[in-house]
C-alpha cells in the first residue's frame, strides 16, 4: 500500500504564499517522479507541477511559472510545493501524486497511480 499525505493548505489573502507538502510512506520508489495537481470547484482536474526523481528536472503548468516552485527529489524527503503571488484563481484543492510520466510537452504527460486526499488552498481577493 502506499499513501500520501499532503498538508499545508489553507487561507491566503492574494498576493500571499503558502508551501505545501506532500509525505509518502508505505510500498514507495525512489524512482518515482512526483507532481502537484488541483481542482477547481465545477472544473477538471489539472497539471500544476511535476519534478523527476532521476535528475530532478521540474516542469510547470504555463500558469504557474515563475510562482510555484516544486521540490524534493530525494525519494526520502517529501515534495513541496511553494506558492507565490497567489491569485483567486489558483483557489482549488491540491493533490499530491506518484508515479507518473512528465515530460516538457505536458501532452506527452500523465499521472501515476497514487494520489493523496488533497489539501484546499483558498485565496481571498
Known amino acids: 500500500q502506499v499513501q500520501l499525505v499532503e498538508s499545508g493548505g489553507g487561507l491566503v489573502q492574494a498576493g500571499g504564499s503558502l508551501r505545501l507538502s506532500c509525505a509518502a510512506s508505505g510500498r514507495t520508489f525512489s524512482s518515482w517522479n512526483m507532481a502537484w495537481f488541483r481542482q477547481a470547484p465545477g472544473k477538471e482536474r489539472e497539471f500544476v507541477a511535476a519534478?523527476?526523481?532521476?535528475?530532478?528536472?521540474?516542469y510547470y503548468a504555463d500558469s504557474v511559472k515563475g510562482r510555484f516552485t516544486i521540490s524534493g527529489d530525494n525519494a526520502k524527503s517529501p515534495v513541496y510545493l511553494q506558492m507565490g503571488s497567489l491569485n483567486p484563481e489558483n483557489t482549488a484543492v491540491y493533490y499530491c501524486?506518484?508515479?507518473?510520466?512528465?515530460?516538457?510537452?505536458?501532452?506527452?504527460?500523465?499521472?501515476?497511480?497514487?494520489w493523496g486526499q488533497g489539501t484546499q488552498v483558498t485565496v481571498s481577493s
Open positions: 519534478i523527476i526523481r532521476n535528475g530532478g528536472s521540474t
Open positions: 501524486n506518484a508515479g507518473g510520466e512528465y515530460y516538457p510537452d505536458s501532452r506527452y504527460s500523465s499521472p501515476g497511480n497514487y
